[in-house]
Nanobody, 127 residues
Framework: QVQLVESGGGLVQAGESLRVSCAAS????????MGWFRQAPGKAREFVAA????????SYADSVKGRFTISRDNAKKTVYLQMTSLKPEDTAVYYC????????????????????WGQGTQVTVSS
């Protein structure tokens, strides 16, 4: 079971960019599909993006497609979420999550399928 720690959140203005990171320890990181989810105040947690263990397959929520990019560095045991053209509605606590394979990409948006979660990092986008 991997342990996950997010970092890189902060306060930015609309239109700016930000990269959040998630460092893993323990487990075999390259065997884990990794996902990013977010939760805004008063709203349910929602899927943002996910990437396969090899990094060859990725998936995005429609709301972030074309603006966010998920990537991973298995040597560093880290997954990244590069966010560009940020909007106030992107304000949320961002969580990374992991699940050991096999894991079909069609299931990536299902939060309950992930077995490891980080504590979250706050991203605030001001208008």
């Amino acid at each position: 079971q991997v342990q996950l720690v997010e970092s890189g959140g902060g306060l930015v203005q609309a239109g700016e960019s930000l990269r959040v990171s998630c460092a893993a320890s323990g487990g075999t990181f390259s065997s884990y599909a990794m996902g990013w989810f977010r939760q805004a105040p008063g709203k349910a947690r929602e899927f943002v993006a996910a990437i396969s263990g090899s990094g060859r397959i990725s998936s995005y929520a429609d709301s972030v497609k074309g603006r966010f990019t998920i990537s991973r560095d298995n040597a560093k045991k880290t997954v990244y979420l590069q966010m560009t053209s940020l909007k106030p509605e992107d304000t949320a606590v961002y969580y990374c999550a992991g699940r050991p394979g096999p894991f079909y990409s069609s299931n990536y948006p299902e939060a309950e399928a992930y077995t490891s979660w980080g504590q979250g990092t706050q991203v605030t986008v001001s208008s």
